[in-house]
Structures are given as structure tokens and as C-alpha cells.
């Protein structure tokens, strides 16, 4: 089955799969919904490890690590609604790169990750939800 895929920088997938992180920002807009992998770039902020007490080397990159729900878009137009999200979205207090939340719910971690190169926006993975738990 063909699913659809969008890469995050570590720690921020990290923090999207254990529930921690309920909004994905982007410069973008989607009219995707429904069900989503998430992958873990190669790439790691390690400022936002930093800032968020999260331990670089302990984090899985290049791989898809977990799935998630997108079920509406928010448009931030005015920083003061961008920092009101501040704790949904694990951002710094950066507001111009951003202007897109993508609300995500149900995120699931899996037991097993994925190694496959990531791309921008949502891209096609196929998909066996076999290979990603304990046999």
C-alpha cells in the first residue's frame, strides 16, 4: 500500500511520534488529510536538542520512525498566535519561516524504524505495516 511520508528535522519528528508535538509548522499549505509517516531527517537542530533537553545521539535519522494524523491546517498570519502555540508547535520564537501548522493528532511511535532517504513535502512510501513491529 502506497502511504504518504513527510520528513522533520530530529528532534522535532522525535517529539511528533511520542505526542509531545501536536503541530508541524510549515511555509507551505497541504490540502492532505488523513494518516501520514513520519520520517526523521538526517539533518538534527541541535539548538532545539538544546533548548528542549533532548540528547543528540539518542535520536533515530533517516528513517521513518512513526505515523500520525493531519486533521486541519492553521494559518498564522499574526505572531502572536504563532507564540500562543508556542508549546503545540516546540518552535523557537522565529515567526517569518513559518506561517502553517499542520494539527496533527494520533501520533504512534513505531517499534521498528525504516531507513529510506527523506523529500521535501509529502512524498509517496510504500507501505507494510508488517515491517514496522515486533515479529
Known amino acids: 500500500m502506497i502511504k504518504k511520508c513527510l520528513s522533520l528535522k530530529q528532534p ?8 509531545r508535538k501536536t503541530i508541524e509548522l510549515r511555509s507551505w499549505n497541504t490540502k492532505f488529510r488523513g494518516e501520514f509517516l513520519v520520517h526523521s531527517s538526517k539533518k538534527i537542530d541541535k539548538d532545539a536538542c538544546k533548548r528542549i533537553k533532548i540528547d543528540p545521539d539518542s535520536l533515530t535519522t533517516g528513517s521513518i520512525i512513526g505515523k500520525a494524523i493531519l486533521y486541519d491546517v492553521k494559518h498564522y498570519n499574526k505572531r502572536y498566535l504563532f507564540l ?5 508547535h ?4 522565529k515567526f517569518s519561516d513559518h506561517k502553517y501548522g499542520f494539527l496533527v493528532k494520533n501520533a504512534k511511535k513505531f517499534h521498528r524504524s ?15 505495516e508488517k515491517q514496522y513491529h515486533k515479529s
Open 114 to 128: 525504516l531507513p529510506i532517504s527523506g523529500k521535501l513535502g509529502f512524498f509517496n512510501v510504500e507501505y507494510d
Open 90 to 93: 516546540m518552535a523557537g520564537t
Open 84 to 88: 500562543k502555540d508556542k508549546r503545540k
Open 12 to 19: 522535532y519528528a522525535e517529539l511528533l511520534v511520542s505526542g
